[in-house]
C-alpha cells in the first residue's frame, strides 16, 4: 500500500473515533441500541486496510508466478541469450578473468570501459456493540491484531521470495555450466555489443548549449542551478561507525524493542483515557475504568517506555565513552526480563484493583516494584564496573548523569516504599519526594546525561564548556531534591518544609539555564545541521522545552500560581511537556543514531519526519487547551463559582486534548513502524546471473 494511502487511513480512522467522542451527553450514545456505527467503525478502521494490504500482496503475487511462468515458457537457450545480453560490467569482467586463457579480447574491451551506474532491476439490556466505549476498545485491539495480520503477509511474501529464489538459484547453477562450457569466441560479439551499450552515456547537454545563460534585460532574478524540493528534501544519512559486539548490539535492541512495545501499548491506553473526557460513561467496566486505567497508562510510560529505552541507550553510551566493553551481558538481560515482569505483573495488579495506595507513581505493590529496584541495582552494578575498567582518563560528564541518576532513583524507591515513615502527614511529604524526584532524578538527570553524549557527537564537536555541565550537575543535585513538597502548598505541612520547596525551585533556575547554554552554545555555528539532519531535531526539541517546561515548573511552585495551577488540568499539561517534549523526544533521537549503527539500515526519512511531525503538533494541541482551560477553571475556583461549572468549561478544552492525543499516538505507530523497518532483514531476490557466477568461481577453485 503506498504511504499517501496509509496517511489517509490513519486520519480517517483518527477523525472518525474524534467524531464519536464529541458528545456532551455519552448517555445518548449508550442507549443507541444500533450496533450499524460500530460495524461501519470496524470495518472502516480494520477490515477496509486488511483487504486493501491483502489484495495488493495477491496482486503483487500473481504478477511474479505469472512472471515466472512466461520466463519458464521460454527455452534454456534464450534463458542464458537474455542473461548474456543483460551482464553487467563487473560480470563481463568476472568471465573474463575466469576464461583469461580464451578471451583476452575482452580483457582489451574491459581495460577501456567506464564505470556504469548500478541498476536494480451499562448492563446486559444494553447493546453491548452500541456503547462507544466497547467501540474504542475493540479498535485499540484490534490494531496489534492488524499490525500482526500485517507482519503475517509480510512473512508470507518472504516464503513467495524463497520459492522463487530457489527455482532462480537451480537455473542458476544451470547457466554456470553453459557459461564453463562455452567457446569464448562464440561470446565476442555479443559482449562486444554489451560493453558498447554500457559505456554509452548521454552528455546532459543534448538539448541545450554548453554556455551558461545570461540575462542582459535583468528579467530573471536568484536563478539556481541546483534544483531543490525543500517540502521533501533528504536528510544526511548517518555516518557509518564501527559496530558493536553482535551480543551487546542484540541486548541493546531487545531494551529498544521491549520499550517501543510498552509505549504503543501505554499510550493506547493513553488515547482511550483522553476520549473518555469528551465521552465519560461510554463504558461501564471496572477493569476499564478510570481510577484503574490511568495508572497503568503512567506507570506503562514510565517504567516500560522511558525507563527501558534510557536504560538501553545506557548501554550504548555508558561503554562507548569509557572506551570499554561492558562489564557483564549477563546483568544486562536479567535487568531487561525483570522490567518487563514488573510492568505485566503491575498492570495486572492495578486492573484487577489492586494497588499501592500511596500516591501518584507508586501505585505498584511493593512485591511488584522490587523487581525494578533489583533491575535497578543490577544496571548500576554494571555501569559502574564498566566506568571502573574505562581505559580513558576522565569520566566523561555524560557517565556522571547516568550513574548518578540510577543512585539516586534506588534511594528514592526506598524511602518512597520502606514503611518506617509511612504515617499520616509524613507520608504525604514522602509522597511529594517520590513523585518530583523520580520524574527528576531518574528520567530529567538520566536524559541529560544522554543529551550530554547526542548532542555533540551529532554536531561533531565537543560540548561547549564542560564547567557549566558541572555546575549544572551539582546544582540539580542540591536543589532538585527538595523541592517534592512544592505540591503541597497551603497542605497541613510545616510552612518551613514548603518555604524550602519554593526557595529549591527558584534555585533550579540555575541548573536549568547553565544546561540550556551549554547545549545551546554547542549548537552555535552550526544551526545548519538540524536542517539536513533526521535526529537533531529531536534533540533541539528536548533542548527548549527542558529550558521552557523547567522555568514553568519554577513559576507553578509559588504561592499564588500554584493556587490557581496546582489541582487543574495545567499540572497535567506540565507533565506531559516535560515527559513527552524532553524526555520522549530525546530517546526518539537516541534511537534513531543508534540503530542504524547496530544494523546498518536507516528508517525511511519521510516517516521519520511524519513522526516527528506528527508527535510535536499533536503534543502542542494536547498541553496549549489544557494550559488556558485550566487557568481559566482555577480563577472560577477562585472566585467560588460552583464546580460543575467549571467541569463544562473543560468540555472543548478536554476534545482538544483527544485530538492532540490522537495525534500523538498516530505518531507512536509510525515510529513503531520505523523500528520495524530499521531491525529487520528484507529476504532479497536471487539475481541468477551474480548466483551463476559465484557457482563459477566454487567450481573453478
Not at 97 to 112: D, E, G, Q, S, T
Not at 293 to 309: K, M, Y
Not at 543 to 558: D, H, K, N, P, R
Request: glycine letters at 6%; one cysteine or more; hydrophobic letters at 50%.
Amino acid at each position: 500500500m503506498k504511504p499517501n494511502k496509509k496517511l489517509f487511513l490513519t486520519f480517517l480512522m483518527t477523525f472518525l473515533m474524534s467524531k464519536i467522542s464529541y458528545a456532551k451527553d455519552a448517555t445518548n450514545i449508550i442507549s443507541d441500541n444500533s450496533n450499524t456505527l460500530a460495524l461501519w467503525l470496524v470495518f472502516i478502521v480494520v477490515l477496509v486496510p486488511t483487504v486493501l494490504f491483502i489484495g495488493s500482496l495477491y496482486y503483487k503475487f500473481k504478477n511474479k508466478v505469472v512472471e515466472n511462468e512466461e520466463w519458464n515458457q521460454l527455452g534454456t537457450e534464450e534463458h542464458f541469450s537474455e542473461h548474456l545480453k543483460n551482464l553487467s560490467k563487473s560480470q563481463i569482467q568476472k568471465l573474463g578473468n575466469l576464461k583469461n586463457n580464451k578471451a583476452n579480447i575482452l580483457v582489451l574491451f574491459l581495460l577501456c570501459s567506464t564505470t556504469i551506474i548500478a541498476q536494480d532491476f451499562k448492563n446486559q439490556k444494553e447493546n453491548f456493540f452500541s456503547q462507544p466505549g466497547i467501540i474504542i476498545t475493540i479498535i485499540l485491539i484490534l490494531i496489534p491484531i492488524l499490525l500482526g495480520v500485517i507482519f503475517a503477509m509480510v512473512k508470507a511474501n518472504n516464503m513467495v521470495k524463497l520459492y522463487l529464489n530457489k527455482e532462480k538459484i537451480a537455473e542458476a547453477e544451470a547457466f554456470a555450466n553453459h557459461l564453463k562450457s562455452i567457446d569464448t569466441s562464440q561470446l565476442e560479439e555479443t559482449l562486444h555489443n554489451r560493453e558498447t551499450a554500457l559505456d554509452y552515456s548521454l552528455t546532459n547537454f543534448e538539448l541545450s548549449g554548453t554556455e551558461k545563460a545570461e540575462d542582459k534585460i535583468g528579467i530573471l532574478n536568484n536563478i539556481s542551478d541546483k534544483h531543490q524540493v525543500h517540502f521533501t528534501a533528504l536528510k544526511k544519512r548517518a555516518v557509518q561507525k564501527p559496530s558493536l559486539e553482535p551480543g551487546i548490539a542484540k541486548l541493546i535492541l531487545w531494551y529498544f524493542g521491549c520499550a517501543t512495545f510498552w509505549l504503543v501499548v501505554g499510550t493506547g491506553i493513553g488515547e482511550y483515557l483522553g476520549i473518555k473526557f469528551v465521552a465519560p460513561d461510554m463504558d461501564h467496566q471496572s477493569w476499564l475504568s478510570f481510577g484503574r486505567l490511568r495508572p497503568v497508562h503512567t506507570n506503562i510510560v514510565f517504567w516500560g517506555w522511558a525507563s527501558l529505552a534510557m536504560i538501553g541507550l545506557g548501554y550504548y553510551v555508558v561503554p562507548i565513552v569509557s572506551n570499554a566493553k561492558i562489564y557483564s551481558l549477563k546483568w544486562g538481560w536479567f535487568a531487561l526480563a525483570l522490567t518487563n515482569l514488573m510492568v505485566i505483573f503491575g498492570t495486572i495488579c492495578l486492573m484487577s484493583g489492586i494497588n499501592n495506595g500511596g500516591g501518584e507513581f507508586r501505585e505498584y505493590i511493593w512485591p511488584v516494584m522490587a523487581l525494578f529496584a533489583v533491575a535497578l541495582i543490577l544496571t548500576l552494578a554494571n555501569f559502574i564496573l564498566t566506568v571502573a575498567i574505562r581505559t580513558t582518563k576522565e569520566i566523561y560528564i555524560a557517565n556522571w548523569y547516568i550513574v548518578s541518576a540510577i543512585i539516586f532513583t534506588i534511594i528514592v524507591a526506598l524511602t518512597a516504599y520502606l514503611p518506617f515513615w509511612q504515617d499520616g502527614v509524613s507520608e504525604t511529604i514522602v509522597q511529594g519526594y517520590f513523585m518530583h524526584s523520580g520524574v527528576g532524578m531518574w528520567f530529567t538527570l538520566y536524559t541529560l546525561g544522554l543529551l550530554y553524549y547526542f548532542i555533540p557527537q551529532q554536531l561533531n564537536r565537543p560540548i561547549y564548556a564542560y564547567s557549566l555541565g558541572i555546575l549544572a550537575f551539582w546544582t540539580q543535585i542540591i536543589f532538585y531534591t527538595i523541592i517534592g513538597t512544592h505540591h503541597f502548598v497551603f497542605a497541613p505541612l510545616p510552612w518551613w518544609l514548603q518555604t524550602v520547596a519554593i526557595v529549591g525551585s527558584a534555585g533550579m533556575i540555575i541548573p536549568v539555564v547553565a544546561g540550556t547554554i551549554n547545549f545551546s552554545m554547542t549548537f552555535k555555528g552550526q544551526w545548519n545541521k538540524v536542517g539536513t539532519s533526521y535526529t537533531l531535531p529531536f534533540f533541539l526539541v528536548a533542548v527548549v522545552y527542558y529550558f521552557i517546561v523547567s522555568l514553568q515548573g519554577t513559576a507553578e511552585a509559588f504561592k499564588f500560581t500554584n493556587l490557581i495551577w496546582h489541582f487543574t488540568d495545567f499540572t497535567v499539561a506540565h507533565a506531559h511537556l516535560g515527559f513527552y517534549g524532553i524526555i520522549t523526544f530525546a530517546l526518539w533521537g537516541g534511537f534513531y543514531v543508534v540503530i542504524p549503527r547496530l544494523t546498518g539500515k536507516e528508517p525511511p526519512q519521510h516517516l521519520v519526519g511524519v513522526h516527528f511531525w506528527l508527535a510535536f503538533i499533536g503534543l502542542i494541541l494536547y498541553s496549549v487547551p489544557l494550559s488556558i482551560g485550566a487557568t481559566l477553571r482555577g480563577l472560577m475556583w477562585m472566585e467560588g463559582k460552583p464546580f460543575i461549572d467549571s467541569v463544562v468549561l473543560m468540555f472543548d478544552y478536554w476534545l482538544w486534548r483527544a485530538i492532540g492525543g490522537s495525534l500523538m499516538f498516530i505518531s507512536h505507530l509510525v515510529f513503531a513502524y520505523n523500528f520495524y523497518q530499521m531491525t529487520t532483514k528484507e529476504l532479497e531476490e536471487v539475481d541468477v546471473k551474480d548466483e551463476a557466477f559465484k557457482i563459477l568461481e566454487k567450481q573453478i577453485k
